[in-house]
């Protein structure tokens, strides 16, 4: 019994001696998905001189920020399509738009694609162009249009 319980101790005493020459230590980290757009207009975006013509007059700058690995695309779509409307009304006013110096189609959602994987933080202008129109030619009142900017993921 007593050879036994010394051999036992000796098996204790050898197995704990044994140590591990190597370990793993495991490191992660997340990074959270930045997609956004913000609309920053002119002052001249809300008092349009419809009497003069305009050729790339700068009305708003768009703040594009993207961290996707997939890269985006923006979406410009017009609610009159490509037409200030007279409020209560019918009358229409003609203009164009451009994107970053880009035509923009407004008869229907133009969409502009960034394929880049890489973190995008960048402003973009937008300039309108339109031929002026007397005032005489034109029936009175408030013209106007809604134009959206949407950014999404490729």
Not at 1 to 10: C, F, H, N, Q
Not at 139 to 154: C, M, Q, R
């Amino acid at each position: 019994m007593k050879r036994s319980l010394i051999a036992l101790a000796v098996l204790a005493m050898t197995t704990s001696s044994f140590a591990a020459t190597s370990g793993t230590l495991l490191l992660k980290g997340q990074v959270g998905a930045v997609l956004s757009i913000l609309v920053t207009p002119e002052t001249i975006a809300a008092t349009l001189p419809l009497d003069v013509s305009q050729t790339d007059t700068k009305v708003a700058s768009v703040n594009e920020k993207s961290n996707s690995s997939t890269g985006y695309k923006v979406t410009i779509s017009s609610a009159n399509l490509g037409n200030l409307k007279r409020t209560s009304g019918t009358e229409l006013f003609p203009y164009t738009l451009s994107y970053d110096g880009a035509a923009v189609d407004l008869s229907a959602a133009d969409v502009f694609s960034n394929p880049s994987a890489a973190a995008v933080n960048v402003d973009k202008d937008v300039a309108i162009s339109y031929t002026g129109v007397p005032a005489e030619n034109m029936v009175a009142g408030e013209y106007s249009d809604t134009v959206t900017f949407e950014i999404a993921a490729n």
